[in-house]
């Protein structure tokens, strides 16, 4: 049923027919799984928070040898999935990133090929930034790096949920529950990526979660959710389309 609810849902957020096998089905994964190869240099797989399919978490791990990172801001011109991935053809993941006001302004610094937009959060959450052509997740219980013009691109959302491998949240135990869009750095200096396409955890339960798997989580931050929640991945066949348009993107290109 859920499959057949989202497959609606699909359709209801205009992707192109082309773009329509869009819930390619990932096979039935625990927090233990196998990481699966998409290509060399990234991998998948899904995890299941409270054991059920409605919370499942789409995870990619994302080697930064084999693949740079664009921060992309249209301020004041949002577009759904289908038109980033009209604007950016040759990108292997394109994800929602920074939380934005009615405008369509990003909340927050973006750092777009070396040009900074917006207010860098000084006190909550997180970024994730390429430095000098090297990409890394940094919470603010550290003292915040300065964005200058040593960064290439940066995005920052909050709250931060995982810091130094432990959980950095703590919120309402009855938090809401809601579709998710996560970025994070393993302990190897990857990049992962995480969706919730259905019901995920409530925030705390989240920052609870991930410490506990085998992810190997240094620092995750959480970026804007709920609506906004959208990734693709053509070389897998799998879209999540967002049912609000977002001016800010993350797209992840081969080297």
């Excluded at 970025?183 to 919730?196: P, R, W």
Aim: contains cysteine; proline residues 7%.
């Amino acid at each position: 049923m859920l499959l057949l609810l989202f497959a609606g849902l699909l359709g209801a957020c205009n992707l192109p027919a082309e773009l329509l096998p869009a819930l390619t089905a990932l096979p039935a994964a625990t927090p233990v799984s196998k990481w699966e190869t998409i290509a060399v240099g990234l991998e998948w797989r899904t995890l299941r928070p409270d054991g059920g399919d409605s919370s499942q978490l789409v995870a990619l791990r994302i080697d930064p040898r084999h693949y740079r990172f664009r921060a992309i801001y249209h301020a004041g011109a949002p577009k759904s999935l289908a038109g980033w991935l009209e604007l950016e053809p040759n990108a292997s993941i394109i994800i929602n990133a920074n939380f934005y006001d009615q405008a369509n302004r990003a909340l927050g610094a973006v750092v777009s090929d070396g040009r900074l937009s917006g207010s860098a959060y000084h006190n909550r959450g997180g970024t994730f930034l390429v430095r000098n052509g090297a990409a890394s997740v940094i919470g603010f219980r550290a003292v915040p790096p300065p964005i200058d013009t040593t960064v290439d691109q940066a995005i920052q959302g909050f709250p931060l949920l995982v810091f130094n491998g432990e959980q950095a949240y703590f919120g309402s135990s009855a938090g809401e529950r809601n579709r998710r869009t996560v970025i994070a750095e393993d302990a190897d200096g990857k990049i992962l990526i995480l969706t919730a396409p259905y019901f995920g955890p409530s925030l705390q339960d989240l920052s609870a979660y991930l410490p506990s798997t085998d992810l190997n989580i240094v620092t995750a931050v959480n970026l804007d959710g709920g609506g906004s929640t959208m990734i693709a991945i053509p070389a897998a066949d799998y879209y999540q389309p967002s049912f609000d348009a977002v001016p800010t993107v993350l797209a992840v290109y081969p080297r």
